[in-house]
């Protein structure tokens, strides 16, 4: 009985519990259920912006991406300005905005394990996000810039992007 009071048992708890709960939470975001889209994977985000001293951006986010289903549409995580296009896989496609998502149309279904990019264009200024726990984040201008605040949610305020953990890509960023 004394060794399950002993630290290492309690590790060793921990490490079982951590092995035996990892693939459900891939599978499901407790916290933010409507975060993102396991529809398909971001390899890379490559974010251009130019920012003015009013708060405005103009933007373009291009996204690569692999599709885990067929695809004749998906969605990115956007509060941010109004979106002036996008485009898949270098054509026009059609989207809609809906409570912080962007719908995007392509205008050729995406097949299963392909790999596909995505385009979209904005401009105006960025808002902050009100998490459900009552916490903001998101963009907030300053005296002399501005400052971008990213987790949880708030990156979706200024980069279009599948805001879930289980999707880790890399970023490249040119700012002017």
């Known amino acids: ?20 709960l990892a693939p459900e939470a891939a599978a ?3 916290f933010f259920p409507h975060a993102g889209s396991r529809a398909y994977d971001v390899g890379h985000y490559d974010v251009r912006l130019s920012y003015r001293s009013s708060g405005r951006v103009r933007a373009a986010t291009s996204i690569g991406a692999l599709a885990y289903r ?6 990115l995580d956007f509060f941010g300005p109004r979106v002036t296009g996008v485009e898949v896989n270098g054509k026009a496609a059609r989207f809609k905005r809906d409570a912080g998502k962007l719908q995007v149309f392509p ?4 097949a ?11 401009a105006g200024t960025p808002p902050k996000i009100t998490d459900p726990d009552g916490s903001q984040e998101g963009w907030y201008p300053t005296d002399d810039g501005v400052l971008a605040v ?5 990156t979706a305020a200024w980069i279009p992007c599948n805001n879930i953990p289980a ?9 002017t």
Request: net charge positive; aromatic share 14%; glycine share 6%.
């Open 107 to 110: 205008p050729e279904p995406i």
């Open 70 to 75: 067929p695809l004749a549409r998906f969605s």
């Open 28 to 30: 499901s975001e407790p």
């Open 112 to 122: 299963v394990n392909s790999h596909f990019s995505a385009v979209v264009r904005y």
């Open 1 to 20: 009985m004394r060794y399950l009071r002993t630290p290492r048992f309690f590790l060793l708890v921990f490490c079982l519990a951590l092995l035996g």
């Open 150 to 154: 990213g987790e949880p949610q708030g």
């Open 167 to 175: 999707d880790k890509a890399s970023v490249s960023f040119e700012i």
